[in-house]
């Protein structure tokens, strides 16, 4: 009984060290899926941005330091893009665990639907003064996408609303739209051709925005989809 008991103790103890494996493995797969789900939603959203609003503008920004990782409760996740091969690495980890999941994800733009044309200029203001703001985005995912409706927020020290939208040189709609209302459908869609870029978006006000900032606009397809959003200031700090 005395041998029994003393190779039980042994084992118990043991058992339970090697439940926290798997254990660690599971949580490690489900960080590196969360940073899956960054990376598309940092890539579709404002991954063309850098520390100020000059310099490179794609995706190739989730390498940077500040970026490329995140920390999940007791674990974290480090996202690698590689342009080159269109592949995105996520790896998650464990406090206190040797062992990492790796995750890869092949044709990463295609997830991205529409984004920004990192083969054009970064949103600005068009024509002088900030009434008008310019950008451009792709269709990078093989199929087409019609535009019908938009949404759109922003802060500025003054009010203003929306007064046209162009896309492709044609105006789409025009109106008064203010800040934070529902979205409004176009008056003329337009369909994006899948894998076309250099799409040229202008949205004007009815007067220049004082101090104009976190301007975000989203492109409908349909009634109650997600959506397309385009994050044109995600720092903050205005348009240059």
Same mark, same amino acid.
């Given at each position: ?5 003393? =190779? ?18 599971? !949580? ?13 939603? *940092?890539?579709?959203?404002?991954? #063309?941005?850098?520390?100020? &609003?000059?310099? %490179? ?6 390498? &940077?330091?500040? %970026? ?10 480090? %996202? ?39 083969? *054009?200029?970064?949103?600005? #203001? ?13 269709? %990078? ?6 535009? +019908?409706?938009?949404?759109? =927020? #922003? ?15 044609? !105006?789409? #709609? ?7 209302? $529902? +979205? ?14 250099? =799409?040229? =978006? +202008? ?22 989809? &997600? ?6 200031? $995600? ?6």
């Amino acid at each position: 009984m005395m041998t029994a008991g003393y =190779v039980l103790s042994y084992l118990i103890p043991t058992k339970q060290k090697s439940i926290i494996f798997p254990i660690h493995s599971t !949580q490690e797969f489900y960080i590196a899926q969360s940073g899956m789900e960054y990376a598309v939603r *940092y890539a579709s959203e404002k991954g #063309w941005k850098g520390q100020t &609003d000059s310099g %490179v503008f794609d995706i190739t920004h989730l390498n &940077d330091s500040g %970026v490329s990782q995140r920390n999940l409760g007791n674990g974290r996740f480090t %996202v690698n893009y590689n342009s080159g091969q269109d592949l995105l690495t996520c790896t998650g980890e464990m406090t206190n665990s040797g062992e990492k999941r790796v995750l890869r994800v092949s044709n990463f733009t295609v997830f991205l639907r529409l984004i920004f044309d990192s083969a *054009y200029a970064a949103p600005s #203001w068009y024509l002088g003064g900030t009434r008008r703001v310019r950008f451009y985005i792709a269709n %990078v995912r093989g199929a087409n996408r019609t535009l +019908r409706r938009f949404s759109a =927020v #922003w802060q500025a020290d003054n009010t203003q609303t929306i007064n046209q939208v162009y896309i492709a040189g044609t !105006q789409r #709609w025009s109106g008064n739209y203010s800040s934070g209302s $529902p +979205r409004v459908t176009f008056s003329s869609n337009y369909t994006i051709p899948a894998n076309t870029g250099g =799409v040229d =978006v +202008r949205i004007y006000w009815t007067g220049n925005l004082t101090n104009g900032r976190n301007i975000v606009i989203t492109f409908y397809t349909g009634a109650n989809d &997600d959506g397309f959003t385009f994050n044109l200031d $995600p720092e903050g700090n205005g348009l240059p």
